[in-house]
């Protein structure tokens, strides 16, 4: 498919390294699992400083999901609550930071690229302060980004949203005459063509999917609906995934519940997603006369709300006014 994929926080397992072509190793705060000969066999190394849903904030692992494998996965006690934190252990600034990166390019010697996520805050600055630190790439995740791990009111309430983030992190990039060369990767949100084609013409190189692919791969699916009912909700709209009790058995830790899943078939779903969505994305080039979608660009795009228009930078529809600007 040409993608890249991420081990996601508690380590590394055989499985995901022999099944993935291109596989990213999430070092983060929690430093779950976290083993210097995994990140040598990575094909790169991710940061993570924050995340969309819960930018400045940790998480709480459950008990019922560690079980005996997770356990011996992420060096912890079966069947205990874990706090996962919401800053590394070993630095507290951008200068650690690139002591950090300086430290993961040794162990892996050199050969395995740095990138920093950073969940979309104080955007412009915190783009600057991982350039500067040395990141090879920039993954930015905005506000729309999904968690199990974290409560309703950083859900709703931290954060911005994803497409002003794009702007504010390409704003950055410039001024450092960085972009282009320091690649930027865009997640939060992102589910169909339309938002691809939108975060590549404001000056992303990439974007990256969490939950659309966990749809893709067949959760929410109604053919158990009687089962989500009796979790008090609905096919469609079941979100408790901290709970371990997912009926497709996706995001669940119970043998019985895994089940259910069917990893070829999940993979031809996740396959058929990703051809529609850059299918979706090329369309969208073409209609405004581009021969690539990294051709596309702001002036290609334009607001249909105020709020959108002054988020994004770009002009009200029907106009070439842009608030804040041209007065």
């Known amino acids: ?20 072509n291109i596989l990213v190793y999430q070092y983060l705060p929690s430093r779950y699992g976290m083993n210097p000969d995994d990140l040598r066999k990575a094909d790169a190394i991710e940061v993570v400083v924050g995340q969309g849903a819960k ?20 060096n912890l006690p079966k069947g ?47 783009t600057t302060l991982a350039v500067k630190a040395g990141a090879e790439v920039v993954v930015l995740d905005g506000m729309q980004g999904g968690t199990a791990a974290t409560q309703e009111v950083f ?41 691809v084609a939108k975060a590549l013409a404001l000056g992303a190189d990439a974007v990256s999917i969490g939950t659309a692919a966990l749809i ?41 519940l895994s089940k259910r899943l069917d990893p070829e078939l999940g993979g031809r779903r996740i396959a058929n997603y990703l051809n529609c969505l850059t299918l979706e994305t090329q369309t969208l080039a073409r209609a405004c006369g581009k021969s690539h979608v990294h051709n596309l660009e ?18 009200l529809a029907g106009t070439d006014w842009i608030p804040g600007q041209n007065f």
């Open 155 to 195: 859900i709703e309430h931290v954060g911005i949203p994803t497409m002003p983030a794009v702007r504010m992190a390409v704003e950055a990039l410039k001024e450092l005459d960085m972009h282009r060369k320091v690649q930027l990767v865009v997640s939060g949100g992102i589910r169909t063509g339309a938002d």
């Open 55 to 74: 930018p400045g904030g940790g998480g709480m692992l459950l008990g019922q999901k560690i079980s005996d494998r997770v356990a011996q996965m992420r």
């Open 298 to 315: 702001p002036e290609d795009m334009v607001a249909l709300t105020v709020e959108a228009a002054a988020m994004a930078k770009v002009p």
């Open 216 to 256: 893709a791969l067949g959760d929410n699916s109604p053919q158990y609906e009687e089962e989500y009912n009796k979790l008090g909700t609905s096919a469609g709209y079941y979100d408790d995934y901290q709970d371990g009790r997912d009926p497709t058995g996706i995001s669940t830790q119970d043998p019985e």
């Open 1 to 20: 498919m040409g993608t890249s994929t991420t081990t996601g926080d508690g380590g590394m397992t055989s499985e995901e390294r022999g099944h993935s």
């Open 80 to 126: 205990i609550d874990q706090r996962s934190a919401c800053r590394h252990p070993d630095w507290t600034g951008p200068d650690d930071l690139k002591i950090k990166i300086n430290e993961l390019r040794e162990i892996t010697d050199w050969q395995v690229p740095v990138y920093v996520k950073v969940g979309a805050t104080r955007t412009f600055y915190d």
